[in-house]
């Protein structure tokens, strides 16, 4: 089974920063994108940012110039710096990867559990 586990989230003020992490565990061939979206309160899931094996990013233009993502694919690990928060950011924070057990299966998306992120003063 595939599990992925969220890091680094809480309470910062208007301005501030945190860095995400997310590691994958467990039965893995291969993991293609990864990715970080976020459900606010009220509001339907959305990305954020995705990442390919190969380092291509993508971001919700709510969050170019402010959020960076990165990964190390020897740890199976995907992050999202995020700087110059602002209230509008407060959302759970959800990991996504792409993932192939053995080569003969096709992918599947996994998801964490999600992480808490309050922007607030």
């Known amino acids: 089974q595939v599990q992925l586990v969220e890091s680094g989230g809480g309470l910062v003020q208007p301005g501030g920063s945190l860095r995400l992490s997310c590691a994958a565990s467990?039965?893995?061939?291969?993991?293609?994108?990864m990715g970080w979206y976020r459900q606010g309160p009220g509001k339907q899931r959305q990305l954020v940012a995705t990442?390919?094996?190969?380092?291509?990013?993508n971001y919700a233009d709510s969050v170019k110039g402010r959020f960076t993502i990165s990964r190390d694919n020897a740890k199976k690990a995907v992050y999202l710096q995020m700087n110059g928060l602002n209230p509008e950011d407060t959302a759970v924070y959800y990991c996504?990867?792409?993932?192939?057990?053995?080569?003969?299966?096709?992918?599947?998306?996994?998801w964490g559990q999600g992480t808490q992120v309050t922007v607030s003063s």
């Open positions: 996504n990867a792409n993932v192939k057990i053995t080569r003969w299966d096709p992918q599947r998306g996994y």
């Open positions: 990442i390919t094996s190969v380092g291509s990013t």
């Open positions: 467990g039965s893995i061939f291969s993991i293609s994108n």
